[in-house]
């Protein structure tokens, strides 16, 4: 008998650590490593990625099935990018189809072909220019701008605010059309910024200096003009002929980030996040991998565009826990973008006012250069912090009389007030005041936690944050039939309430997940407001890089449950949003104020934080985990699992554990570091239930990632194998932000 000569490595998206073997498709142009294929696949056909192609196995070449089409006649994945992705794959033990379909934009997924990387141009039609003079407002001004001519839309992005609406209504009316454009169409000339600072200079000088790959921590307090260090390096970068790739945390803060980078670098800024359709989001990977995207700013997905022209790697907010994937392959953003820019030899920058501690413990190791910005940028100068000892005080809808003065006083100096409250919805729980019953979800609650559910809409409506579920307000309570249901407990709903009615001489707007769901919902309420005197209520959505000059007071309400958590990060996490959310006021000339509200006023993370600053924090805690052995003195990763019944997952994890059991560490004498692996577990989930799954994991720990990973290498093939496998939906979690 005889056999192919080669056959298609195929990695497909399907939960199976391997490849699977395809004989060649006879149509179409030949395959290559990284081009896509349809394969077919059982009973369906699957988009795959060729991994290798190689000489079959004799023992299954009778029987293989030959690829249906190849969908690429240049590969998607090559060079560095198709590495990178290799070493992703064995660094978090993921199955390298489900790895390679991460990577792609979802178009690209489904087998779609790479599309066209045009630009986008407006024009007037023979109708705009004789109606032109009878417009009126926002419309006449767009068309006296197209009279000029074609306009490209990062032009009119870096020219005009808000044109898109009237945009869109110029073309209903048939007065103006969108039309394709070359991608080289001409862009904004660039707008000088302010001259560097000495500490900002010193920053860009050692950046300069440095050449090939350097992993640089610019670390500098809010307001310090980290921004203005990442422009003029992208600059440097583009002068030299090169693409530079910026990731954010949040997709809030792409549009404030585009049009600042657009108006600076005379340069088309291409975006990418989820807020993008996907032929929208495919065009900038595509365009990108064309090497037309020159500056592409994305959120954590946009790590995997393929960058042939690299010239560096930003990082924003690099301690962000939104870098981290939680679902799906669970990669590491900023971890990744350290491998992508070694493996390209570009320097990689990470930016932050608070440092996560590894970050932090890796630049004072000497692995990767400290830039230190310690004072704000201009004229700006820190806030002045003060504690509210709320013990014993009456609180009125959480908000004591000395925090209500502090916002009337700053509003009547024609100030913004930033009330902040990380707790979205009404009120955190509905209980009978009669009988102490209160409302919990059905499919997240066990007999021994309750998981309450969010009261929304003033009462109106009950929601559980973890599991999406909701449900109305019973009328009486299910178990005394008494009509005391009261809401218990203060979100940003009634923060709003309780403001708006306080305070109904200025606008009260509030920004937290449900009030900006639309697309640019949060710069339209930052535009609304304005400069005007008025109050932002909202969450941690606040915290996070946007510049508001005349915020002169931020008022802290509700961190006391951060204060006692189980969870070993809860401190670093709690200590970085404060100084974030501290960092929005008295960002330009006026000064600005921290007021910070709590029952814990001699709470030792407080007190380092007042009186020592982040730094201070860092320090201690740094010397905690050390003791504790935690990251970064130690390395992490966490089996996860969840079924129906919790018998289910346990029995998983108990045969899980057995397979790693061989490599676990002797527990060594108290004060003795261990050798080996350490397993913990496994025990019920800290939240055991959630959308009607019970939950249970198991802890590993090493002292080194080597041993880490050598365990996993060796025992995973086994646990893949389990019987008991097959029956619980089951996870890998390497180096986990929370173990939750």
């Known amino acids: 008998m005889s056999y192919p000569e080669s056959v298609l490595r195929v990695a497909l998206p399907v939960p199976l650590p391997r490849l699977f073997d395809y004989l060649p498709s006879p149509d179409g142009p030949p395959a290559q490593v990284g081009s896509r294929v349809r394969v077919p696949f059982g009973s369906r056909s699957l988009i795959g990625v060729v991994a290798a192609i190689g000489a079959p196995d004799p023992a299954f070449a009778a029987d293989l099935r ?5 969908l690429d006649a240049q590969p998607l994945l090559e060079g560095e990018l198709l590495e990178s ?44 220019i004789v109606e032109q003079p009878r417009l009126r407002g926002r419309p006449r001004e767009l068309a006296e701008r197209l009279l000029a001519g074609l306009a490209d839309e990062d032009l009119l992005d870096a020219q005009l605010d808000d044109w898109r609406p009237a945009a869109r209504a110029l073309l209903k009316r ?25 500490e900002q200079a010193a920053a860009l000088e050692a950046l300069r200096a440095g050449s090939g790959f350097t992993a640089w921590l610019l670390d500098g307090v809010t307001g ?79 790590v995997f565009v393929p960058l042939p022209d690299a010239g560096l790697i930003v990082i924003d907010e690099e301690h962000d826990g ?66 509210l000892d709320v013990r014993k005080r009456p609180l009125e809808a959480g908000l004591s009389p000395e925090l209500l003065r502090g916002i009337r006083a700053a509003l009547d100096a024609g100030g913004q007030v930033l009330v902040f409250k990380n707790r979205r919805g009404y009120a955190p729980v509905l209980l009978c005041h009669d009988c102490g019953w209160s409302a919990h979800c059905k499919r997240c609650s066990t007999p021994l936690r309750a998981s309450p559910m969010t009261v929304h809409g003033g009462g109106r409506r009950l929601q559980c944050h973890h599991c999406g579920a909701r449900q109305t307000p019973p009328p009486a309570c299910p178990d005394c039939a008494g009509l005391a249901l009261q809401p218990q407990g203060v979100g940003t709903e009634r923060l709003e309430e309780l403001l708006a009615e306080r305070f109904g001489d200025v ?91 709590t029952h814990h006023p001699d709470h030792p993370l407080l007190q380092t934080l007042i009186h020592g600053g982040y730094h201070a924090f860092a320090e201690t805690e740094l010397a905690l985990r050390e003791a504790a052995g935690f990251p970064p003195y130690a390395h992490l990763a966490l089996l996860r699992a969840e079924a129906q019944h919790i018998e289910t997952p346990m029995q998983f994890l108990h045969a899980a554990k057995a397979a790693l059991q ?33 939950r249970a994991q198991l802890l590993l720990t090493a002292p080194t990632r080597r041993a880490l990973h050598a365990a996993l290498d060796a025992a995973l093939p086994s646990i893949h194998a389990l019987p008991e496998a097959r029956k619980t939906r089951w996870s890998l979690d390497v180096d986990p932000v929370d173990l939750y």
Request: aromatic share 4%; proline share 8%; hydrophobic share 40%.
């Open 66 to 70: 030959t690829a249906e089409a190849v």
């Open 85 to 128: 992705l290799r070493w992703l794959a064995r660094y978090t033990h993921a199955p390298p189809g489900e790895v390679f379909s991460t990577a792609l934009p979802a178009a690209l997924r489904r087998g779609e072909p790479l599309p066209d990387t045009h630009a986008w141009a407006w024009r007037l039609t023979p109708e705009g």
């Open 174 to 198: 048939g007065l103006a059309e969108r039309v394709a454009v070359p991608a080289s169409q001409a862009a904004p000339v660039p707008q000088p910024g302010p001259a560097a600072n000495e």
């Open 224 to 302: 310090s003009g980290k921004t203005e260090v990442y422009l003029q390096a992208i600059a440097d970068c583009l002068a030299r002929g090169r693409q530079a790739l910026v990731l954010v945390p949040e997709i809030g803060l792409t549009p404030q980030v585009l049009t600042r980078f657009r108006r600076r670098l005379g340069m088309p800024v291409h975006a990418l996040h989820s807020g993008l359709t996907d032929p929208e989001r495919a065009r900038v990977w595509a365009a990108a991998g064309r090497g037309e995207a020159r500056v592409i700013v994305g959120t954590r997905s946009a």
């Open 322 to 387: 939104s870098y981290k994937q939680q679902d799906g392959i669970r990669y590491h953003a900023r971890d990744f973008a350290l491998v992508r820019g070694k493996a390209l030899d570009v320097p990689v920058i990470l930016g932050s006012a608070t440092p996560s501690l590894e970050t932090l413990h890796n630049a004072e190791a000497g692995r990767y250069g400290h830039l230190r910005l310690r004072r704000r940028a201009g004229d700006a100068q820190a806030p002045t912090v003060r504690v």
């Open 507 to 597: 606008p009260v707007m509030r920004i937290d997940s449900a009030s900006t769901r639309r697309k640019d919902a949060l710069e339209k309420r930052f535009a609304e407001l304005g400069d005007r005197a008025g109050i932002l209520v909202g969450t941690q959505m606040l915290a996070k890089g946007h510049d508001l000059p005349n915020l002169t007071l931020v008022a802290v309400v509700g961190i006391d449950e951060g204060l006692f958590s189980a969870d070993f990060r809860a401190g670093e996490k709690l200590a970085q949003l404060l100084i974030q959310v501290a960092g929005r006021a008295g960002r330009a000339e006026k000064a600005g104020e921290v007021l910070l509200q």
């Open 662 to 694: 061989p490599h676990a560490a002797v527990r060594p004498p108290r004060g003795a570091a261990p050798e080996g692996l350490a397993l913990d577990g496994p025990v019920p989930a800290p939240m055991p239930r959630r959308a009607g799954m019970h």
